[in-house]
């Protein structure tokens, strides 16, 4: 719900005046969460109109939000995203729909735009209680069970107070709900020797590991929520950008770039 939004950015903005090596990340993620929360809002608000699942038949919806995001990434973001926004609000709405729609049947984590305008889409899908149709996308427990995105994130929490440790969960890069997942287990090869994956962690980002697999070489970061429960996991994996670099520097590949590149 608007909610969800409405947390990911006051956590932002709580995270932005002590950021350290991350603070321009996180300025233009609370703009890009503002943009992405109008497009969900604007699609929520439709009169008598609810999401198909079907983006080639929702797409028009969905072109009308898009302007004004385009103006944000283009005021806030980095050079050549603002160049390829600008070029973007310039061309007709057949080829932004072309560029959707080949995103949609064929993913892929670079692709800033597609990816980034279709997050809030794809949430209201999953929230409307429909699903996406037309997405050729992977089965099986480490992808989302919803739209079969990658993950993005994973975090623990205590869903049983009496637990001693905390549940895991992993939030999809596609859709951004979230999925039980194996404790010990890596996200992207199923890996499930304890020799072979390894956590790793800086005391400035104590609530923040990297989560590192050494058959597969990929890693994702987890943030722990029994150590910050008002933490938000896709916000405060930005905030520890650092992590990202130590863990490139160590020959890790993430399993899925965030919207910020990282």
């Given at each position: 719900?608007?909610?969800?939004?409405?947390?990911?950015?006051?956590?932002?903005?709580?995270?932005?005046?002590?950021?350290?090596?991350?603070?321009?990340?996180?300025?233009f993620y609370a703009h890009l969460l503002r943009a992405q929360k109008n497009i969900y809002e604007f699609l929520r608000s439709r009169p008598n109109w609810l999401?198909?699942?079907?983006?080639?038949?929702?797409?028009?919806?969905?072109?009308?939000?898009?302007?004004?995001?385009?103006?944000?990434?283009?005021?806030?973001?980095?050079?050549?995203?603002?160049?390829?926004?600008?070029?973007?609000?310039?061309?007709?709405?057949?080829?932004?729909?072309?560029?959707?729609?080949?995103?949609?049947?064929?993913?892929?984590?670079?692709?800033?735009?597609?990816?980034?305008?279709?997050?809030?889409?794809?949430?209201?899908?999953?929230?409307?209680?429909?699903?996406?149709?037309?997405?050729?996308?992977?089965?099986?427990?480490?992808?989302?069970?919803?739209?079969?995105?990658?993950?993005?994130?994973?975090?623990?929490?205590?869903?049983?107070?009496?637990?001693?440790?905390?549940?895991?969960?992993?939030?999809?890069?596609?859709?951004?709900?979230?999925?039980?997942?194996?404790?010990?287990?890596?996200?992207?090869?199923?890996?499930?020797?304890?020799?072979?994956?390894?956590?790793?962690?800086?005391?400035?980002?104590?609530?923040?590991?990297?989560?590192?697999?050494?058959?597969?070489?990929?890693?994702?970061?987890?943030?722990?929520?029994?150590?910050?429960?008002?933490?938000?996991?896709?916000?405060?994996?930005?905030?520890?950008?650092?992590?990202?670099?130590?863990?490139?520097?160590?020959?890790?590949?993430?399993?899925?770039?965030?919207?910020?590149?990282?």
């Open positions: 719900m608007t909610n969800w939004w409405d947390k990911q950015i006051q956590r932002a903005d709580q995270l932005i005046p002590k950021a350290n090596g991350s603070k321009e990340l996180l300025i999401p198909s699942g079907n983006l080639e038949a929702d797409s028009p919806m969905l072109a009308e939000s898009l302007p004004a995001f385009l103006r944000v990434v283009e005021s806030h973001g980095p050079a050549t995203l603002a160049v390829e926004a600008r070029e973007l609000s310039a061309a007709n709405a057949q080829a932004i729909e072309e560029r959707l729609l080949a995103y949609w049947r064929n993913p892929s984590e670079i692709q800033f735009f597609e990816k980034a305008s279709l997050q809030p889409y794809l949430r209201w899908v999953a929230e409307s209680g429909t699903r996406p149709v037309g997405r050729e996308m992977p089965a099986g427990e480490r992808c989302c069970p919803f739209c079969g995105g990658s993950p993005q994130v994973s975090f623990l929490q205590n869903k049983d107070t009496t637990a001693e440790s905390g549940n895991r969960d992993l939030i999809c890069a596609s859709c951004l709900s979230s999925w039980e997942f194996r404790r010990v287990v890596c996200a992207n090869c199923g890996e499930e020797r304890p020799s072979k994956l390894g956590y790793f962690h800086s005391p400035e980002f104590d609530h923040v590991r990297i989560e590192a697999c050494d058959t597969c070489k990929h890693y994702l970061k987890g943030v722990d929520l029994t150590r910050i429960g008002f933490a938000a996991p896709i916000v405060d994996e930005i905030n520890a950008a650092p992590l990202d670099l130590w863990a490139r520097e160590h020959g890790y590949t993430k399993c899925e770039l965030n919207l910020v590149g990282l």
